[in-house]
């Protein structure tokens, strides 16, 4: 049975252990006004990063602040994926990066493409459909979604934390994600049956993530 945790420490003073295995969405250090009256232009942004040197990293982000102020700290990720939506705003992809770890693709099966040709519908049959490719398009969050949490902004979409976690996971981890936000990666551990441990300094997030964490839980495959 998983167990999880909703706690309020700084990044800054996290302390990871063996097993563990962080997922996160950070803020993007953009200048965003977050409820609670949080801004995310934060002095010396790297400091929040410092203590996952040497820990299994997956980190969605864009990909200039990566270059920027990751890499510094955590050195080249060992695998690069986009993720894009259709969007309103001038940013239309993030990257998913990973460090001291690999994605096993093959864990997570999607449609190919000419599903109605007769070779990619035997094949379909006999492989359930094509590993999960290195772009993947899913839609933002927004306000009229069915999955997003009234009271917060900026929120992640399950299916994104979904294929990291399956890529990504072994079993036994512990899923920790410093910047939990409305708890996403929380709420998708809980779904698949792993122990978590999430952490956000704004009262707000953390509220949000725990109700979100009460509700009823749909059991996906793990």
């Excluded at 999430?198 to 009823?216: C, F, G, I, K, M």
Aim: charged fraction near 25%; proline fraction near 6%; hydrophobic fraction near 35%.
């Amino acid at each position: 049975m998983n167990q999880g945790k909703v706690e309020n420490t700084d990044a800054r003073l996290q302390e990871y252990a063996e097993g563990e295995l962080i997922v996160t969405d950070p803020p993007y250090n953009i200048g965003y006004k977050y409820e609670g009256d949080f801004t995310d232009r934060i002095k010396d942004y790297g400091a929040l990063f410092e203590p996952m040197r040497g820990q299994r990293v997956v980190m969605v982000h864009y990909m200039e602040q990566i270059i920027h102020d990751i890499v510094p700290v955590l050195g080249s990720p060992e695998k690069i994926v986009a993720w894009t939506s259709y969007s309103n705003t001038p940013r239309s992809w993030r990257s998913v990066c990973w460090w001291n770890c690999s994605p096993d693709m093959s864990r997570v099966r999607v449609p190919y493409r000419n599903p109605e040709d007769a070779r990619i519908k035997e094949l379909t049959k006999r492989t359930g459909g094509r590993a999960l490719p290195d772009v993947w398009h899913i839609e933002q969050v927004k306000n009229v979604s069915a999955e997003k949490v009234q009271g917060y902004t900026n929120q992640i979409p399950r299916e994104v934390i979904y294929n990291i976690l399956k890529t990504t996971a072994s079993p036994g981890d512990v899923i920790v994600d410093p910047f939990s936000g409305t708890g996403t990666t929380a709420k998708v551990a809980q779904e698949l049956g792993m122990s978590f441990r999430v952490s956000d300094v704004n009262p707000t997030a953390q509220e949000l993530t725990r109700q979100r964490l009460a509700q009823s839980v749909i059991t996906l495959t793990a």
